[in-house]
């Protein structure tokens, strides 16, 4: 498709705007204070971030590990006192384990018992003392027995029963039972003895109750379960129980192991409070080092006592002036923001706000972040064996930045960003490769995956890769510094790392809308809302200028396949079709889709009045966006999707009629003030824009006609210069027109032509689908025999 050829001596159009910049006081002084501006904002955020990193004066970093060489003496710069952690977690670990367990000694246990069996051995014995005792089983209530259960609250067999009916329930018996189970419940009953002889080494402490009085008991031999204290129920018995009531053992053995119940239970609450309060009472071991004390020789291997006090270091203040090293950040700082921010912004002089709307933003969202990693670095790691001492630092949700300013700005803001928050956290906790890698990767992957957020789950989704990556990020790093092996840190870390991405992506979220609203930007998920039709602006577009609507949604389903061809954002660019013509509904007649059949208004203008009309809906559009607030980005679409093109209708009409009006007819009165299409959409839009309407003039659209017209109508646009701006390439523009000519012949595809009978074999309602398919000779006779037919419908509904 060789179409796209270009004048040279159409350079002189792009060069022209240049020279009369050059030539303009008022355009330089707005580029002075523009460039003023934008160095006092990088000026101010370098000093922020300079005092922010260096709020707290840091230590000197010594980067030893268990077993490495020292390359030069180190002394202790002042005297400190350095905490010996395995000393300690084996000095707290050593308290957990001498806490005795606590077992509660319930003393009412047998003081219920005694009762129950004292009040239903009287209620038993009164009961027999009675005259009509014999004849009591008769009156249909519960029977002796049943009555002597319930007292009890056991089951006994009927034999037992029966034996102590025949002593008439005499009180002696209770007294047997008293004196067995007295002892027993004395020694002390539990329910699982195996988990009491856990304890034996240590020992157990006794809690009696009610009188809280505590006892430490040493020898758990004497201690009872159940099937223990039965057997020895049988054995109290036959020491208890004289030789002349022998008949009654059975009995009474019965009964007391019936009423055996545990008195003693382990108190599992007050055994781990005591053992928390017991590792809280275990002071640190410290030992203290002189200042000016070798810590470690040169050559010499790190000890663990060597490593101790090396980490202890890190933590002390250095005798480092601070205003010192607040400058010595700012130069760095500056330095770093002047080169990448000046390279990121270089040529985008177009808006001068925009521009600094967009750095403010970049330096606001760089001034939260490290105040978060300043924060996080600022807190050792908590004392556990699952965390390693870089735990907090894995879990800063430093991508959640570069997702943000990926929705909201795009993903080449979003890797500068990524290298400036990278740099900046080096800086701030220490120079080593983790910490920038660790960002810089997780950032990036955020910004790739909230490129096209169609929707706000995407942020959630973009959050997850960020996790998968920061996990593959902290493996990476155990496998350089040989920790891989240490499991509990490692799947610590790892899981820490995960949940990062999850929490970055989550106020991604939640920060996205706010951001919309403060600095007024447009993203995707806003550019969805502004894609429904039922939005009140298209709503008013379909009802004024319906033809316009239609045209426009033709035109956004063009660039939106087109988009998707050439990398662009296909929902923008759908979106800013749909607007593009918005300000033809102050005047929809004058354009030709919204002429219902009426007479032309142009017919009775002069060309130079038509053109204005026609330009002019340029600058409509764009009061109408700012007034409904469609956005930065769909204004900009509006103004730029003619940009400085020619009216070449008008343009030639004009000079048709040159010979008769006195001045001479000048172009620049017949072309749009621009400017010309600045991105890749809008340069779509106005392609689509000006192919859409000329496919209507097609009066046989076949597939090779649509093609010509289509590599026509884009050739004319790039010799004409107004694709310069916009970064379409040729082999873009190659694929543009690929993509309209498969829309277009699928929208102009032909149709079986049916063959036609004659009419007075056509039924009735067939007629009438012939008559937009006639010829204009017929159309005056159909006209009449419509006519007929319409009033012959009115007559059959009954309206005259």
């Known amino acids: 498709m060789k179409f796209f050829k270009r004048n040279n001596s159409l350079n002189r159009s792009k060069e022209s705007p240049k ?14 204070l523009h460039t003023t501006q934008k160095w006092a904002i990088i000026f101010s955020l370098s000093l922020i971030l300079s005092l922010i990193i260096s709020s707290r004066i840091p230590s000197h970093t010594y980067k030893y590990s268990l077993g490495q060489v020292a390359p030069l003496d180190i002394k202790a710069p002042q005297d400190f006192l350095v905490e010996d952690r395995p000393s300690t977690l084996s000095k707290k670990k050593k308290a957990v384990e001498s806490v005795k367990a606590v077992y509660d000694f319930d003393l009412s246990v047998f003081t219920d018992i005694e009762r129950k069996i004292e009040s239903a051995f009287k209620v038993m014995a009164d009961y027999y003392q009675q005259e009509n005792a014999k004849v009591k089983d008769k009156s249909g209530e519960k029977s002796d027995q049943e009555k002597f259960e319930q007292l009890l609250g056991i089951k006994i067999s009927n034999s037992a029963f029966n034996a102590l009916k025949k002593k008439h329930f005499d009180p002696i018996i209770v007294t047997y039972i008293e004196k067995i189970l007295n002892p027993i419940f004395k020694q002390g009953i539990v329910s699982n003895r195996e988990f009491l002889l856990a304890e034996k080494d240590r020992g157990i402490v006794v809690r009696y109750f009610p009188t809280r009085e505590e006892r430490s008991l040493k020898d758990l031999s004497r201690i009872l379960d159940i099937d223990q204290a039965r057997i020895k129920v049988k054995d109290e018995a036959r020491l208890v129980i004289p030789s002349e009531d022998k008949l009654l053992i059975k009995p009474i053995v019965e009964i007391t192991q019936g009423l055996l119940r545990p008195n003693l239970t382990f108190n599992k609450s007050e055994t781990e409070e005591r053992k928390i309060a017991a590792r809280e009472a275990v002071k640190p071991v410290l030992f203290e080092v002189k200042k000016g004390e070798m810590i470690i020789r040169e050559g010499e291997k790190v000890t663990p006592e060597n490593l101790l006090k090396l980490t202890k270091l890190k933590q002390l203040k250095t005798d480092r002036n601070i205003f010192v090293y607040i400058l010595s950040n700012f ?21 001068p706000q925009e521009e600094n709307k967009d750095l403010i933003f970049i330096s606001v969202m760089l001034i939260l972040i490290t105040i978060m990693i300043r924060i996080g670095s600022s807190f050792s790691a908590p004392e556990l064996l699952f965390l390693s001492e870089n735990a907090l630092f894995f879990a800063i949700p430093i991508a959640c930045g570069a997702i943000v300013i990926s929705v909201v700005m795009g993903i080449k803001y979003s890797i500068i960003y990524a290298i400036l928050i990278s740099i900046l956290t080096t800086i701030t906790i220490d120079y080593k490769l983790e910490y920038f890698i660790y960002p810089f990767i997780g950032s990036l992957v955020g910004a790739q995956e909230a490129v096209f957020c169609n929707q706000r789950s995407t942020l959630l989704k973009a959050g997850l890769w960020v996790g998968v990556a920061n996990m593959l990020i902290i493996l990476c790093l155990k496998i350089k510094s040989g920790n891989f ?18 929490l970055s992506g989550i106020i991604a979220t939640g920060i996205v809308p706010l951001i919309e609203v403060i600095f007024s930007y447009t993203t995707d998920i806003k550019l969805l809302e502004l894609g429904n039709l039922n939005h009140p602006l298209l709503k008013r577009l379909i009802l004024e200028a319906p033809g316009t609507y239609h045209h426009s949604i033709l035109t956004g389903s063009l660039v939106e396949a087109a988009a998707e061809a050439i990398g662009a954002n296909p929902l923008l660019a759908r979106v800013g079709a749909y607007y593009h013509d918005i300000g033809k509904m102050k005047k929809p007649l004058y354009f030709i889709e919204n002429q219902k059949g009426t007479e032309n208004k142009h017919d009775k203008l002069s060309p130079n009045m038509s053109s204005l ?92 006609r649509i093609q010509g017209m289509v590599q026509k109508t884009i050739n004319n646009f790039f010799i004409d210069g107004q694709l310069e701006e916009c970064e379409l390439t040729l082999k873009d523009l190659h694929l543009i027109a690929k993509s309209f000519n498969r829309i277009l012949t699928g929208i102009f595809h032909h149709r079986i032509e049916y063959p036609e009978r004659a009419p007075h074999e056509l039924p009735y309602h067939k007629k009438h689908e012939t008559l937009d398919r006639e010829s204009p000779k017929e159309g005056k006779d159909q006209l009449k025999n419509g006519q007929e037919d319409r009033e012959r419908d009115l007559k059959r509904l009954g309206i005259s």
Request: glycine letters at 6%.
């Open 19 to 32: 020279k009369d910049l050059f030539h303009q006081p008022i355009a330089w002084s707005r580029i002075s």
């Open 331 to 351: 130069l760095i700082i500056f330095l770093i923001l002047s080169v990448v921010l000046n390279l990121i912004f270089a040529g985008k002089t177009q808006n």
């Open 485 to 502: 092996f240490v499991w509990e840190p490692l799947m610590g870390d790892v899981g820490i790392g995960f949940l990062n991405g999850v």
């Open 613 to 704: 009309i026609l330009i002019s809906h340029v600058k409509d559009g764009v009061e109408m966006a700012k007034k409904y607030k469609l956005g930065k980005v769909i204004t900009d679409i509006i103004q730029q999707h003619h940009g400085t093109s020619l009216i070449s209708y008008f343009y030639q009409k004009a000079k048709e009629k040159e010979n008769q009006a006195e001045a001479s007819v000048d172009e620049k009165d017949f072309r749009y003030p621009g400017p010309k299409p600045q991105t890749k959409e809008a340069g779509l839009v106005m392609l689509a824009d000006a192919v859409e309407a000329a496919s209507r003039t097609l009066s046989d659209p076949t597939p090779a």
